[in-house]
């Protein structure tokens, strides 16, 4: 094997599998690691929610992939022309452009993020008693459906819930019980069926083209629209490049325009697709298109730059265009991989295969000792930041609601997202994050759980504050230096 070679346009080292990145840095952010005493007070300040700290005290900010990807040199050149109008922007015609282009439709509600686009899509569409199919819930999307009376099916398959598996599509519908379902439901009271590219909540998992083609199918059989969040949908098609053997002689490009081809409605947040705000909802069916477009003028903005700046607009109509080049899409899978197969060969749990927007440690097996309802993945995260400075995001129990009577509602999984944002982090530094989670493997016995000092109803784990239970934080950082000296 040569020194190096070349996987769907993403460089690897044939020796150690490095992932090279395809971009060099132009304009940079200076970072400091501020003192462990000083996190440890952070953290306390903060009530034990990373969601509290402020960047002034983080190292590296692996929260979310959300409005936080680097931009291209061309992206913000195009900032500079933007043409500045209230109606009819020629910014926006580039934007619908690149859309015709990238993902085929042409008919186009532009919207501030991706959860304006599911209010819209909700109250369109969602009536008291409506049931919604789709192959995973994401956080906004039920929030939008319930408020108007809808509920969610989720009809992933078994592997969705593995955490070490090698299987390539993580993000498939179980066709089988969609038909059986519409069947038992009757089609009237499904308004449309939604799937969801790169799973976010079950790690960021892709479907297969196949998996949709079969919704496709059963949608046509029963005459029910299908709804395609498209967020994270250039790294879905990445994947059915690299792990779907029909597609490995496929552009980017082609995969894209295919998928959404499938779709009757294709929607985004572009603050993971393709800038650091906005989205968009995209068809190419009139009667569709005339059900939404009187609610963006009412909740977003005019229809030709719906609540976002024109700047923005330019950055979007760049980026989307970016999305088809392999070298680019793939620099997130790549370096994720990488993560993955190293905290693997630690022994840290982490979802596998590695998918799309970061990668997932398994608090319930990081910590057998910790119950759940003293929230394992919060003081995995906890934790983690006081050993490294690097700021991830709790996935668990805490993230979800309790129930009407005020019983905790324990979830599917317990999960720490470390997100690696488009083109933001060296790889050193992801060489950092593993070395520091090993470093809490082989100390985790220090670590306790956490519990609740302030609760509020609803989405608590962006506001709510916590205190360990023990002194554990203290124990550790002790033994952290004492290692570190
Ligand atoms: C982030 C995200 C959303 C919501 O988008 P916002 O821009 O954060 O409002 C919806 N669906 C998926 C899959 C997402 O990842």
């Not at 500079?80 to 015609?93: I, L, M, T, W």
């Not at 499904?190 to 297969?208: K, V």
């Not at 995001?393 to 993230?399: D, L, V």
Request: proline share 4%; hydrophobic share 40%.
């Amino acid at each position: 094997m040569n020194h190096s070679e070349t996987i769907s346009g993403v460089k690897f080292f044939s020796r150690k599998e490095i992932p090279l990145e395809m971009h060099k840095v132009k304009v940079v952010q200076q970072l400091q690691l501020v003192p462990v005493e000083r996190r440890l007070q952070a953290i306390q300040e903060g009530g034990y929610n990373s969601f509290l700290l402020n960047t002034r005290d983080i190292f590296l900010d692996m929260l979310t992939d959300s409005g936080t990807n680097a931009m291209s040199d061309e992206q913000v050149s195009k900032m500079f022309v933007a043409d500045d109008a209230y109606a009819g922007s020629q910014s926006y015609d580039k934007l619908e452009k690149s859309i015709k282009e990238v993902l085929g439709k042409k008919l186009i509600l532009p919207v501030h993020q991706g959860r304006a686009a599911e209010n819209i899509l909700s109250i369109a569409f969602v009536k008291e008693g409506s049931i919604l199919p789709m192959n995973y819930h994401f956080t906004t999307t039920l929030a939008h459906i319930q408020k108007n009376g809808g509920n969610v099916v989720e009809l992933y398959k078994e592997e969705a819930m593995k955490i070490k598996s090698n299987h390539p599509f993580k993000g498939n519908m179980d066709c089988l019980r969609l038909a059986e379902l519409i069947k038992k439901e009757g089609r009237d009271k499904i308004p449309f069926i939604r799937m969801e590219a790169s799973t976010n909540l079950i790690g960021g998992q892709p479907f297969s083209m196949k998996n949709l083609k079969e919704v496709r199918a059963i949608a046509n059989e029963f005459d029910i629209p299908l709804v395609l969040d498209a967020s994270l949908i250039g790294e879905n098609a990445y994947f059915i490049f690299k792990r779907e053997k029909e597609y490995e002689n496929s552009s980017i490009a082609e995969i894209l325009i295919e998928m959404c081809d499938q779709a009757d409605i294709v929607y985004f947040s572009a603050r993971k697709l393709s800038s650091s705000r906005g989205g968009a909802i995209c068809t190419n069916k009139k009667e569709l298109y005339d059900k939404m477009r009187d609610l963006v003028p009412l909740y977003e903005g005019f229809l030709t730059y719906g609540g976002i700046s024109i700047r923005e607009i330019e950055a979007m109509a760049v980026g989307l265009k970016e999305t088809i080049r392999e070298d680019v899409v793939g620099q997130s899978p790549a370096f994720i991989q990488y993560m993955v197969n190293e905290l693997d060969k630690l022994s840290v749990p982490v979802i596998t295969p590695g998918g799309a927007l970061g990668c997932h440690v398994d608090a319930k097996q990081f910590f057998p000792h910790i119950p759940q309802n003293e929230y394992p993945a919060g003081a995995l995260v906890a934790a983690f930041f006081l050993v490294s400075g690097i700021r991830g995001m709790e996935r668990g129990t805490i993230s979800s609601t309790r129930d009407i009577n005020g019983n905790e509602i324990l979830a599917d999984m317990e999960l720490m997202r470390l997100a690696l944002p488009r083109r933001l982090f060296t790889l050193s530094q992801v060489e950092y994050a593993i070395d520091r989670l090993h470093w809490l493997l082989l100390n985790r016995d220090i670590v306790g759980g956490l519990r609740f000092t302030e609760e509020p109803p609803v989405l608590r784990f962006f506001t709510g504050r916590l205190e360990p239970v023990g002194d554990w934080p203290q124990r550790l950082i002790e033994k952290f230096k004492k290692d570190m000296e």
